[in-house]
């Protein structure tokens, strides 16, 4: 199994202002993974961060607003750039590990 | 990607067993099918796994058809706990990983006293 941690797990920010979220695993994982979970629905994937590529991004998601870094096998962040009210939902990291997933506990953005 | 469907909702008593059905007509042959569990402000937590037949681990079990168009999550002796909602995901997660995954709408199970 692996064990991820995720900062910060709540916030509130104004209208146009950026938040990097913070995510460590106790293991080293080839993919990390970026979640958006709207208040009531399911999880989207955001990005795959690989470790030494750029990430890719999924059908509606863009690097200007949600760049990531993944500088080594254990950590990644994900911004959430210039942000609105819309981008408040919550945001999982995630691993693929032994053919599994297992989640952070998620940093829950408010926008005012 | 293989599209799921899942009931909504269930509610069930404590003690009970909880049967929840995924459809997934779709389903390729190199596709598994895992169901994850996700309380609130928690992330998600996987349950079980499978690719055929039946898999049964400490937590529950998986009933998967011939067919492999639809399976069956069992949870045993249902707890006020196991109220949560369950994800069922199809794909293929041995080339391409979870990146090839979808998550559905879930079922939101409520265990009542």
């Known amino acids: 199994s692996a064990v991820i941690s995720q900062k910060p797990s709540r916030d509130i920010c104004q209208r146009g202002t950026s938040l990097t979220i913070q995510c460590q695993v106790d293991?080293?994982?080839?993919?990390m993974f970026w979640y958006r979970q709207q208040p009531g629905q399911s999880l989207t994937l955001i990005a795959t961060?690989?470790?030494?590529?750029?990430?890719?991004?999924e059908s509606g998601f863009v690097i200007d607003k949600f760049p990531i870094s993944r500088p080594n096998l254990t950590f990644s962040t994900l911004t959430v750039s210039n942000m609105s009210p819309e981008d408040s939902s919550i945001y999982l990291c995630?691993?693929?590990?032994?053919?599994?997933?297992?989640f952070g506990s998620g940093t829950q953005l408010s926008v005012l | 990607l293989a599209k799921t469907t899942q009931p909504i909702s269930m509610d069930s008593y404590e003690g009970q067993e909880v049967n929840i059905t995924c459809s997934h007509n779709?389903?390729?042959?190199?596709?598994?099918i895992t169901w994850y569990q996700q309380f609130p402000s928690q992330g998600p937590r996987f349950i079980i796994q499978?690719?055929?037949t039946k898999v049964t681990n400490e937590v529950a079990s998986l009933f998967i058809p011939a067919d492999r168009k639809s399976s069956t999550l069992s949870l045993p002796r249902v707890s006020l706990s196991d109220t949560a909602v369950y994800y069922c995901?199809?794909?293929?997660?041995?080339?391409?990983?979870?990146?090839?995954?979808?998550f559905g709408i879930g079922t939101k199970l409520q265990v009542i006293p």
């Open positions: 995901l199809v794909g293929d997660i041995t080339t391409g990983g979870y990146q090839k995954v979808t």
């Open positions: 961060a690989n470790q030494g590529s750029e990430a890719t991004y």
């Open positions: 995630s691993v693929d590990s032994n053919e599994k997933l297992f």
């Open positions: 499978g690719y055929k």
């Open positions: 779709n389903i390729a042959t190199n596709d598994y």
């Open positions: 293991s080293q994982v080839t993919m």
